[in-house]
């Protein structure tokens, strides 16, 4: 794809961070050795600034795509200290409120028990006007899954977000069925008897009555769906995930056709650096002039 068939009308990812450590055996990134890289937030406010004065007419509220603050990271894993203040999602989730309109898309694999992550997700929770949805993903391919403290800790992650649940989501992309929280279960069917063993244990800790958990493993609540793993690999050197369903060619097989959203999105690394966005073979790659310069932020939104 070419610099030239993208515009400031295919804005689709704005990078807060970039890349992950988690190590997660589903993810996209796994062995690729990618390390979580932050956009200040100064620098994080100013992008979100000159997208908003270059785009006057837009209200990203209700009119258009979602901007994901993050492609293969944890938003959780954000913390910028500047000038003796440190910064957390729920800061980056008010510069999207305050410079964008934009309730800010929050997806994580859980705070770990993590003092500063816990804090964060609880003012998220605290701050229902500051999102569009929350997304807590459980998995078997997450090495933290079968830690003595994972089911201790995801409770309480879901004790913290699940009030959000009784709000309606507003995500450009979501329909009038989706909630605020949304839990996000990935497994394979040889897994799905253990994980729906698990879900009971982590849904009971987090004060759930039996009747809405019977409702939520079998599929039929909108705050919690159980999804295969596909196989997601940006390149065949990566391990294929055991079980991972094979993705088809075709756009109607695509986890997001083009219905729902739009193809090829443009985003900006947290160096400025601009990629494109393939969202029906989810891949990405880096944009270049025809000298082979890399295509930065300042070269759409000046």
Sequence with gaps: MSFEELNQRDLGFVMAIDGCSRGCGHCPAYKLGLKPVITPMAALRDRLGRIRKAMPDVDFATEFRTVHSWRISDLLDYFSEEDGVTHDVVSVAEA????????????????????????ALQGLAERPELVSQVKLTITPFDPKYWGRHYVKNMA????????????????????????????????????????????????????????????????????????????????????????????????????????VRERVQLGFRPNGDAFAVDLHAFNEHNLFDDTGKARTFDNWFE
């Excluded at 309109?101 to 816990?118: F, K």
């Excluded at 244990?201 to 809405?212: F, H, K, N, R, V």
Aim: aromatic share 4%.
């Design 96 to 119: 999207w409120h305050d410079i964008l309109g934009q309730p800010l898309y929050v997806v994580t694999n859980g705070t770990m028990g993590h003092r500063p992550r816990v804090a």
């Design 156 to 259: 309480a992650d879901v004790a913290t977000v699940w009030s959000l649940g009784e709000l309606p989501s507003r995500r450009f992309e979501s329909d009038a069925s989706q909630r605020r929280v949304r839990i996000n279960v990935k497994a394979t069917a040889e897994q799905h008897d253990e994980v729906v063993a698990k879900l009971r244990e982590i849904l009971g800790q987090a004060g759930l009555d039996t009747s809405l958990i019977d409702r939520l493993v079998a599929n039929e609540d909108p705050r919690l769906q159980i999804k295969p793993v596909y196989d997601l690999r940006q390149t065949e050197l990566q391990p294929l995930p055991a079980g991972a369903v094979s993705l088809g060619v075709s756009p109607i097989d695509r986890l997001k056709p083009e219905m």
